[in-house]
């Protein structure tokens, strides 16, 4: 716990949606805080209420805060707990309706100056880009350019062709480019900055993992026997989304990543019963493809089968066809087209 | 031509003799040969003329014809023969479709579906009146006993036209045929299946089923008559057979068709053939016709080489109009490996052998059923013998038909001293059994070569 503060203090008021809206510095003994015009310091958010909350000094100096019996109280950041009456410590976090107060000393230490290339001639932001993002933002897309262009290349069995390259190179990092420049877009709307790079970053990642996920999981099938290829594979897509989707909800609300993760469970569990529901749909308009996993033959395969329990395994697909027989055809008219 | 893809080409004759109610596209892009019609043509046409029908079939709905066949009559009483093909519209979908028959004289009426044998396409039916003349068979046609090159006279309605006769010669028996077929050199038009082709006497010597497409010109195939006369001393009900009993009729008569031809390919035996470091087994059966492929002319040159043989039984059977079955194909594939690495070269297999990407006719199909594995033939010390396969199994069963399937099989042996061998076994309207028995047969002779 940190010392009481005396001395003048600042209050931070951020938005609901994580948006730092104002700073106010306190010089007297009393401040107040609320809808109504009355107040030193007017916060427009409708689950404030009008006189809500007061600053002040005791005899000691040190500040204490009062709820005004407000209508949806006051809310301890530190331990989640309502208060009527506070003693204020350095960085305490108060909630009043959906907006979050902090309050600082003017000790508070901000953080190093970013040195500005062209001699200091441009205006330095308030919001520093942090430069390590982008840089490892940057590497992502990189590699994931190179991962396309290897799996181009393992599967290049004719002419090499340098646009088809170029083309595989490019394309998925476009993706991940757009993709990000969206949530960006989206997270300046809630927000106040874009966050463009921590996005890029965070698609870069996903997509560095899904494709290294797949080759482990097509590797461990083919060598080891150990996983069902596409039941995994789609199991790690599917949880790969929804970690993407969270990631990138935690950057647009950081406030609200409880409510971000069930909006994310939501959807998954959604994709994923309209994943089971059109199987069969699915599986008339495009069948198996199979045998198209042989890798080269110096990587060691499990262990073969014999031909007696090869044709075990195959005579256990039987019942199941005799029974999708007793079942009516699927309807002509389906989504996709005519079948014939 | 460099590969027919041979497996299309039943399917093309049979289509093509089911007549298109618009037919003026044929007659204009049927070359101009002309058909001499000598003395005995124009004796036989006016002799044969009573006894000759038109087939029709008829959409309930509309009461207007939805194709049309040919048909001769063989009693007094009003029996007749024609194609299975002909009346399988109202055959198996009663309720959509009805038959009526168009004499010479211009008199119609109705008719009754009796018996009908899917294997040799034939129907046999009833006419709604008697008191017809009717043909006769010629002996010598029923005792395979014609000569080469004797002339025969065709009759039917070809393209909704009016009754014609077309001239040609007896050529044999169609070589490497499972089911026997007539081979005769002569004109042959959509809407004359069915229809009687007669010798000089006016005897029947075959019953028109089918021609060649693929531009080949005068190749036209008939059904020998001693399948008719099987179909008409077959004990049959005294009702017509129709809806539901015509579809177990077909299982019936797929399920024999298909446990004989099995057992034959499974005594007939197979030869080694011999694909780089590894031995495919090759059918000895002669009702294979083979073709083979390569990519060794692509340009620009291939990096790996794909030389394959495709062998196909001459022989697709008509259930309807999207429905053939009855095929066994086998396609043996020989990989060999020119400037790719081990993962290029894999992948460059895997396309070549991949399966179970083909639509299923939803409508007669279940959906498909695959297993894969890697497998290994033999037992202790015989596996030295057997490459490592990875192997597939798709198969989806005949929605209509109980205990039939359409099984696709592949064996890969993946690369050996840079070559790899695959083997691919389609097998149309078989029972599970029979596509699995055949599958270990061709499991147990894929070997390597010692």
Redesign the interface.
């Known amino acids: 716990m940190s010392e009481p503060l005396t001395a003048a203090i600042w209050i931070e008021v951020t938005s609901k949606a994580g948006a730092l809206t104002m700073r106010q510095r306190i010089t007297g003994d009393t401040f107040s805080v609320g809808r109504g015009y009355q107040n030193d310091l007017i916060v427009d958010d409708p689950a404030v209420s009008p006189a809500h909350i007061r600053f002040s000094r005791d005899e000691t100096g040190a500040w204490w805060i009062d709820d005004l019996a407000s209508d949806n109280g006051t809310v301890d950041m530190s331990n989640d707990t309502r208060v009527s009456r506070l003693q204020l410590t350095e960085n305490a976090a108060l909630r009043i309706g959906h907006t979050l107060l902090t309050v600082r000393s003017s000790a508070f230490v901000v953080p190093a100056t970013t040195r500005m290339t062209g001699g200091g001639v441009q205006t330095a932001t308030a919001t520093a880009t942090p430069s390590r993002v982008v840089y490892y933002a940057f590497t992502a897309m990189l590699l994931v350019g190179a991962t396309s262009a290897l799996s181009i290349w393992l599967k290049q069995t004719g002419e090499s062709k340098l646009a088809i390259y170029v083309f595989g190179v490019i394309m998925l990092p476009m993706i991940a480019l757009g993709w990000a420049l969206a949530w960006a877009l989206v997270t300046r709307i809630v927000a106040a900055r874009g966050q463009f790079f921590r996005h890029l970053l965070i698609v870069g990642v996903a997509l560095l993992a899904m494709s290294l996920i797949g080759a482990l999981v097509k590797y461990a099938d083919y060598t080891f026997a150990l996983v069902n290829a596409s039941t995994v594979e789609s199991a790690v897509t599917w949880l790969a989304i929804g970690a993407l989707l969270a990631a990138h909800l935690r950057v647009v609300v950081p406030n609200r990543v409880r409510l971000a993760l069930v909006v994310v469970g939501v959807l998954i569990v959604a994709a994923i019963s309209m994943d089971y529901v059109l199987k069969e749909e699915r599986q008339r308009l495009q069948p198996p493809q199979i045998v198209t996993s042989l890798l080269p033959s110096f990587l060691p395969t499990k262990p073969p089968v014999s031909t007696t329990r090869l044709f075990e395994a195959i005579n256990a697909l039987k019942p199941d066809l005799e029974e999708e027989r007793k079942k009516d055809p699927p309807q002509q008219q389906g989504f996709g087209g005519d079948v014939d | 031509m460099r590969r027919l893809p041979v497996r299309f080409i039943p399917v093309l004759v049979l289509a093509s003799l089911l007549v298109a109610p618009t037919s003026s596209f044929a007659v204009e892009k049927a070359p101009a040969t002309p058909v001499i019609v000598s003395a005995t043509a124009e004796a036989i046409y006016r002799d044969a003329k009573p006894r000759l029908l038109q087939i029709r079939t008829l959409l309930n709905s509309a009461s207007q014809k939805s194709s049309t066949g040919s048909g001769f009559l063989i009693s007094a009483d009003g029996l007749a023969i024609t194609n299975y093909h002909v009346v399988s519209q109202h055959a198996l979908e009663p309720q959509t479709y009805r038959m009526e028959y168009v004499s010479a004289d211009g008199s119609k009426g109705a008719l009754k579906l009796l018996a009908f044998d899917t294997l040799n396409d034939l129907a046999l039916v009833q006419l709604d009146k008697g008191g017809w003349t009717y043909f006769e068979f010629d002996q010598r046609a029923l005792a395979d006993r014609l000569p080469r090159g004797e002339r025969l006279f065709s009759l039917g309605n070809p393209l909704d036209i009016g009754f014609a006769v077309m001239e040609g010669n007896y050529s044999g028996l169609v070589e490497r045929s499972y089911n026997d077929r007539i081979h005769l050199s002569g004109p042959m038009n959509p809407g004359m299946s069915g229809g009687p082709t007669l010798t000089t006497d006016s005897k029947i010597a075959g019953i028109n089923v089918a021609k060649s497409g693929w531009g080949a010109e005068q190749v036209s195939f008939l059904v020998p008559t001693r399948f008719a006369t099987a179909l008409m001393n077959k004990p049959r009900l005294a009702e017509p057979i129709t809806g539901k009993a015509v579809r177990t009729e077909i299982g019936k008569q797929l399920g024999v068709w298909q446990s004989a031809l099995y057992d034959k390919l499974d005594t007939i035996g197979f030869k080694p053939a011999a694909s780089g470091p590894f031995l495919l087994p090759e059918s000895n059966a002669v009702f294979f016709t083979c073709w083979a492929n390569t990519n060794a002319d692509e340009k620009?040159a291939?990096?790996?080489r794909a030389d394959s043989t495709l062998c196909n039984m001459q022989n697709s059977l008509f259930i309807a109009g999207?429905l053939f079955t009855g095929n066994v194909s086998i396609k043996r594939s020989h990989f060999t490996n020119l400037s790719?690495?081990?993962?290029?070269?894999?992948?460059?297999?895997?396309?070549h052998?991949?399966?179970?990407?083909?639509?299923?006719?939803?409508?007669?199909m279940?959906?498909?059923?695959?297993?894969?594995?890697?497998?290994?033939?033999g037992?202790g010390a015989e596996q030295a013998a057997y490459p490592?396969?990875?192997?597939?199994?798709?198969?989806?069963?005949?929605?209509e038909f109980d205990g039939l399937?359409n099984v696709s099989f592949?064996a890969?042996a993946?690369?050996?001293d840079g070559q790899a061998a695959a083997i691919t076994v389609f097998m149309n309207g078989t029972s599970?059994e029979n596509a699995?028995r055949f599958?270990?047969r061709i499991?147990?002779e894929f070997k390597v070569k010692s």
């Open positions: 620009p291939p990096r790996a999207d790719l690495n081990g993962f290029q070269f894999a992948y460059f297999v895997s396309n052998s991949a399966m179970g990407n083909e639509r299923t006719n939803a409508k007669r279940t959906p498909t059923a695959c297993h894969e594995d890697i497998a290994l033939a037992e490592r396969l990875r192997v597939a199994w798709c198969a989806s069963a005949y929605r399937f592949v890969v993946p690369e050996r599970y699995a599958a270990r499991l147990a």
